[in-house]
C-alpha cells in the first residue's frame, strides 16, 4: 500500500483540528499515510507548494489567509470553488497539476441534513447573516439545496448587496435582521458574533412564530453560543458548526484517500476534547 501525504497550509495552523480528524480516518481506515499541518509564514506559498509536489504529497487543504491567493497557484479550480471565491482543498493530480475545490458548501448542507433530517431546502426562505467568506459557502449550497428566497443581513450592507447579486438572493439592513426573520424556514449565523474572545450576536426571536424554525450557527467555540440557547428556548431545531467542520473535511479525505470516510462517535469525543 502506497502511503499517501496530505496536509493543511496555512498561518496559523497550530491550533487547527483537521490534523486530529484526517489522522484518526487514516488510522480507522488501516491506511499508510499522514495529515501535517504545515506552516506558511510570509511570501513562501508557491515555494512550500513546490516542496510539497516534489515529496510527492497527494493534496492538502488550504486554511487562512491562503484561501484565495491559491487561486492563482492552482493549474485548475472547480465551479462551486469559483463562486464561492475560494479554495480549501487542492488535489496534486499525478501530472502535478494542482486541481482546487471547496468543500464548506458540503459541510454546511450535511450538518443540517445529519442534524435535521426531516428538514427539506426545497422552496424555503432562508435568513443569512454575515457576508463573509463563510457566509458565501452557505448561501451557495442554500441555493444549490433548492432555497426559493435568500435573505442576506449584513452590519456592511454593500457586502451582502454584492453577495446578494451573485447567489440570487436579497440584502436586508443589519438593523432589521430580527423582522427580517419573520417567516423564513432557516436561520444561519456566520458572522463572528458570539465565538469565543468575540462580542456575542444580539439577535432576539420574537419575530420568529412558529416552532421547527431552523437556526443554525457555524461557530463551534463555543459549541453552543448564546444565539442557539436562545432559539432552543423558543422551540427552534438547533444546529452547532461542530458538524460542519467535520462534514468539509469528508470530501477532502475522499479525494487523497478514496474512502468518502463516517463521522463516529469517537471521533465527536476526540474533537471536542481537543477544543
Ligand atoms: P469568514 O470568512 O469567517 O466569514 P469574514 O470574511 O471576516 O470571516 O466575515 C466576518 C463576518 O462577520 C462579516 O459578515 C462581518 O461583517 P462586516 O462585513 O460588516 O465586517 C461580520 N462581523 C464581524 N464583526 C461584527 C460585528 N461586531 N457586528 C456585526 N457583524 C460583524
Given amino acids: 500500500m502506497k502511503e499517501v501525504l496530505t496536509g493543511l497550509i496555512g498561518h496559523p495552523v497550530g491550533h487547527s483540528l483537521s490534523p486530529l480528524i484526517h489522522n484518526y480516518w487514516i488510522k480507522q481506515y488501516g491506511l499508510r499515510g499522514s495529515y501535517k499541518a504545515i506552516d506558511v509564514p510570509g511570501e513562501t506559498l508557491k515555494q512550500n507548494i513546490d516542496s510539497l509536489r516534489d515529496e510527492g504529497y497527494a493534496g492538502f487543504n488550504v486554511t487562512i489567509p491562503y484561501k484565495q491567493d491559491i487561486f492563482r497557484i492552482c493549474d485548475r479550480v472547480d465551479e462551486m470553488a469559483q463562486k464561492i471565491g475560494a479554495v480549501n482543498l487542492v488535489v496534486i493530480e499525478d501530472s502535478g ?5 471547496n468543500t464548506d458548501t458540503f459541510g454546511f448542507v450535511e450538518n443540517i441534513k445529519e442534524a435535521v433530517p426531516d428538514f427539506s431546502f426545497h422552496e424555503t426562505t432562508a435568513l443569512v447573516l454575515g457576508a463573509g467568506g463563510a457566509a458565501r459557502a452557505v448561501c451557495f449550497g442554500l441555493k444549490q439545496a433548492g432555497v426559493a428566497c435568500l435573505y442576506i443581513a449584513n452590519r456592511t450592507k454593500g ?27 432557516i436561520i444561519i449565523n456566520t458572522t463572528s458574533l458570539g465565538m469565543n474572545g468575540n462580542p456575542p450576536l444580539s439577535f432576539g426571536f420574537e419575530d420568529v412564530k412558529r416552532e421547527g424554525v431552523v437556526v443554525c450557527d457555524i461557530i463551534y467555540m463555543p459549541q453552543e453560543t448564546g444565539f442557539m440557547q436562545k432559539a432552543k428556548e423558543k422551540g427552534c431545531s438547533v444546529v452547532g458548526g461542530m458538524g460542519m467542520l467535520l462534514h468539509q473535511a469528508r470530501p477532502s479525505f475522499k479525494a487523497w484517500y478514496g474512502i468518502m470516510p463516517d463521522i463516529t462517535e469517537e471521533l465527536r469525543y476526540k474533537v471536542t476534547e481537543a477544543l
Wanted: zero cysteines; a negative charge.
Fill in 97 to 101: 497539476a494542482l486541481s482546487g475545490f
Fill in 159 to 185: 457586502k451582502a448587496e454584492d453577495l446578494a447579486i451573485s447567489m440570487g438572493g436579497q440584502a436586508v439592513d443589519w438593523d432589521i435582521r430580527e423582522q427580517a426573520a419573520d417567516g423564513v424556514d
